[in-house]
């Protein structure tokens, strides 16, 4: 007896439980009921145009035929783009299910992939979402992080995450530049690519892990420097990215310091210390001669045959960071002209320079600029010395070979057939003593010890 009271009452409380569902929604062959057995028979609207079935059961209307309250909610928002993000799918917030017996009067939440992309940890309490991925979890700066389900109002970037995040420089508008996948040129998202809100924080324009290590960016910013400007600012001061190169370098003495790029380092830059800003060290880390960075600079700097070279006898010195991208830039200065010599450089030797000569029969009037060989007389000019006249110029042979002239007779002291006077050797002018009564114009001397003779 007693069992079938308990089985009288459990058939009327589901009675009246079926009754009570049926009497809060339309019944079958009511506007924006589906057919039995859809789910728009107990919410949603299956007159309403979506692209699937599944979306014409998304409230409006909920399962009390309600168009507003709780259970409708950002239903359509979240199902549909809007101007941040593209449509979310039902089984990121909710389990789709199989079949009625989920019709139990409970909000059964079971938040997906997405709201737990980045290590997020979704919520949902008092009406509000918190800690989801896609409100900005992971990021900083949001000013709706934790939206009310039923709150009013289009969210935008500045709800997410700050416009610009509180990393970046206050006045920061050019997102495209780092994020050109997600943000348009204009500063709109580009929804189409699918990378906004996708799990993963598109930095496409940006650098790579380990940027911060001088090896890294360092060297890249001595190929192209300028191209740092777009986002450090002219006075790479920070400017858009709000990452000051300068705040990093101590201060801007680092922009007019030769030496912070290439050669022996020095802290306390000043003029005199720029024979020191030759390589090695290169922009790149080059130490070897072979390396077209370093080549014959000390030899240039540290000559032994002439007075040390300045910089500028090949180059200009740059007077500001304007250089920096990577080329050679091969600039002849008066030494490299004298006489009339019209050098030229093919990117690995130096040819017609009045400091390398270009007499005939000079072993090496053109030198390649990362030979690790040494430089002799005989490389620019002959040797005016030895057996046979095709080591001699001029009547070199006759005074030297046969009569036994010394170098210095003529030439000074300090000059020998194996040394020069450092000082006066390659400095545009013939070291001759007034004893030659040397004619430039004629090529002819008037020695005391015979008559005029031609060269």
């Known amino acids: 007896?007693?069992?079938?009271?308990?089985?009288?009452?459990?058939?009327?409380?589901?009675?009246?439980?079926?009754?009570?569902?049926?009497?809060?929604?339309?019944?079958?062959?009511?506007?924006?009921?589906?057919?039995?057995?859809?789910?728009?028979?107990?919410?949603?609207?299956?007159?309403?145009?979506?692209?699937?079935?599944?979306?014409?059961a998304a409230p409006p209307r909920d399962a009390h035929g309600s168009a507003s309250g709780p259970a409708v909610g950002a239903h359509q928002a979240h199902l549909h783009a809007t101007a941040v993000s593209g449509p979310i799918a039902c089984a990121e917030c909710h389990a789709v299910p199989a079949q009625r017996l989920h019709s139990n009067g409970q909000v059964d939440l079971a938040f997906g992939a997405l709201a737990r992309a980045g290590g997020a940890s979704p919520a949902f309490a008092g009406g509000t979402c918190s800690g989801v991925y896609c409100h900005g979890a992971t990021l900083s700066g949001g000013s709706l992080t934790a939206p009310a389900w039923g709150g009013a109002g289009p969210l935008d970037c500045a709800s997410c995450h700050g416009a610009p995040p509180p990393s970046h420089a206050a006045g920061a508008t050019a997102c495209a530049t780092c994020h050109p996948g997600t943000v348009n040129a204009d500063?709109?998202?580009?929804?189409?690519?699918?990378?906004?809100?996708?799990?993963?924080?598109?930095?496409?324009?940006?650098?790579?892990?380990?940027?911060?290590d001088p090896a890294q960016h360092g060297r890249a910013a001595k190929r192209d420097l300028s191209s740092c400007t777009a986002c450090h600012g002219a006075d790479y001061g920070g400017g858009t990215s709000g990452v000051s190169c300068n705040a990093c370098h101590g201060g801007t003495a680092w922009q007019s310091n030769c030496t912070f790029c290439h050669g022996t380092k020095v802290a306390a830059y000043a003029a005199a210390d720029l024979p020191k800003a030759a390589p090695p060290l290169g922009t790149?880390?080059?130490?070897?001669?072979?390396?077209?960075?370093?080549?014959?600079?000390?030899?240039?700097?540290?000559?032994?045959?002439?007075?040390?070279?300045?910089?500028?006898?090949?180059?200009?010195?740059?007077?500001?960071?304007?250089?920096?991208?990577?080329?050679?830039?091969?600039?002849?200065?008066?030494?490299?002209?004298?006489?009339?010599?019209?050098?030229?450089?093919?990117?690995?030797?130096?040819?017609?320079?009045?400091?390398?000569?270009?007499?005939?029969?000079?072993?090496?009037?053109?030198?390649?600029?990362?030979?690790?060989?040494?430089?002799?007389?005989?490389?620019?000019?002959?040797?005016?010395?030895?057996?046979?006249?095709?080591?001699?110029?001029?009547?070199?042979?006759?005074?030297?070979?046969?009569?036994?002239?010394?170098?210095?007779?003529?030439?000074?002291?300090?000059?020998?057939?194996?040394?020069?006077?450092?000082?006066?050797?390659?400095?545009?002018?013939?070291?001759?003593?007034?004893?030659?009564?040397?004619?430039?114009?004629?090529?002819?001397?008037?020695?005391?010890?015979?008559g005029g003779e031609t060269w």
């Open 187 to 212: 500063g709109t998202l580009n929804l189409a690519g699918g990378l906004h809100l996708n799990g993963v924080v598109d930095v496409n324009g940006a650098h790579p892990d380990g940027w911060s």
């Open 284 to 450: 790149q880390g080059e130490t070897a001669v072979t390396d077209r960075a370093v080549g014959a600079h000390q030899k240039h700097l540290l000559a032994t045959v002439s007075s040390p070279l300045a910089c500028a006898e090949c180059h200009a010195v740059p007077a500001d960071l304007g250089h920096l991208d990577g080329a050679a830039q091969v600039t002849f200065g008066v030494a490299a002209r004298r006489n009339g010599a019209a050098p030229a450089w093919n990117g690995t030797t130096c040819a017609s320079t009045y400091c390398h000569g270009s007499i005939a029969g000079a072993a090496a009037p053109a030198p390649t600029w990362t030979s690790t060989a040494g430089t002799t007389c005989a490389s620019c000019h002959l040797p005016q010395s030895g057996s046979g006249t095709s080591a001699y110029s001029g009547r070199h042979y006759l005074h030297v070979s046969s009569r036994g002239i010394s170098c210095a007779t003529c030439h000074g002291s300090g000059y020998t057939a194996s040394a020069v006077v450092p000082a006066t050797h390659v400095d545009g002018t013939r070291q001759l003593q007034p004893i030659v009564g040397w004619n430039a114009a004629s090529r002819s001397c008037a020695p005391g010890c015979h």
């Open 1 to 56: 007896m007693a069992s079938t009271h308990r089985a009288a009452l459990a058939a009327l409380a589901l009675l009246t439980a079926t009754a009570a569902c049926d009497q809060a929604r339309p019944t079958l062959g009511e506007a924006g009921a589906g057919a039995e057995g859809d789910c728009t028979s107990c919410h949603g609207d299956a007159t309403r145009s979506e692209a699937s079935a599944l979306l014409q």
